[in-house]
């Protein structure tokens, strides 16, 4: 017993030792006019109140850099991915390029999380190269019908911050 605790507690420290070295929590891949949708409503959940950084292509990263590049080192740089999978996201084929670097860096133990949140879309509708990290994803529908989204965010929060963050359901007036 006492060997299982203390081999915990190193797992942990290691754990902590090596999330340090990631310059983003999360790196976002998404296409269109969602990033509005991602400004106003991930961002002062996840960077102001949970703590975690973002990388947004829109804000983050410079203009005249090589894209691929930049994308390649942002993601190998964060513990986990979201795939915002939305209409526009469906029709955008250069998600590809994301989406093989985010198995790489999975499979090379890299990446701690994969996460596809489907919103506005069903999951019928996800790009079935898709198809080539459900082994390593979780997914999460965004729901339409508001009583559902405390559960979102839960689930949300435990696959961010491996429960450091506890979701609390905000207190009605």
């Not at 605790?5 to 999330?19: A, K, M």
């Not at 691929?68 to 955008?92: H, M, Q, V, Y």
Request: one cysteine or more; charged letters at 25%.
């Amino acid at each position: 017993m006492i060997i299982f605790s203390v081999y915990g507690i190193i797992c942990r420290t290691v754990e902590r030792e090596v999330r340090k070295s990631y310059h983003y929590d999360v790196y976002m891949s998404y296409e269109g006019e969602v990033v509005i949708w991602i400004e106003d409503v991930l961002v002062p959940k996840l960077e102001t109140e949970w703590g975690l950084t973002l990388c947004i292509k829109d804000r983050d990263f410079l203009s005249g850099t090589s894209l691929a590049d930049t994308e390649a080192e942002s993601i190998e740089n964060s513990r986990s991915i979201i795939f915002l999978i939305t209409p526009e996201f469906k029709s955008f084929r250069d998600c590809l390029f994301e989406l093989d670097r985010a198995k790489y860096e999975k499979i090379t133990k890299n990446l701690q999380r994969i996460i596809v949140i489907t919103k506005d879309i069903t999951i019928t509708d996800i790009p079935v190269e898709f198809s080539y990290i459900w082994n390593y994803a979780h997914l999460i529908q965004w729901p339409k019908d508001l009583g559902y989204l405390n559960d979102t965010w839960r689930k949300l929060a435990i696959l961010l911050t491996d429960g450091s963050v506890s979701y609390q359901k905000p207190l009605s007036l």
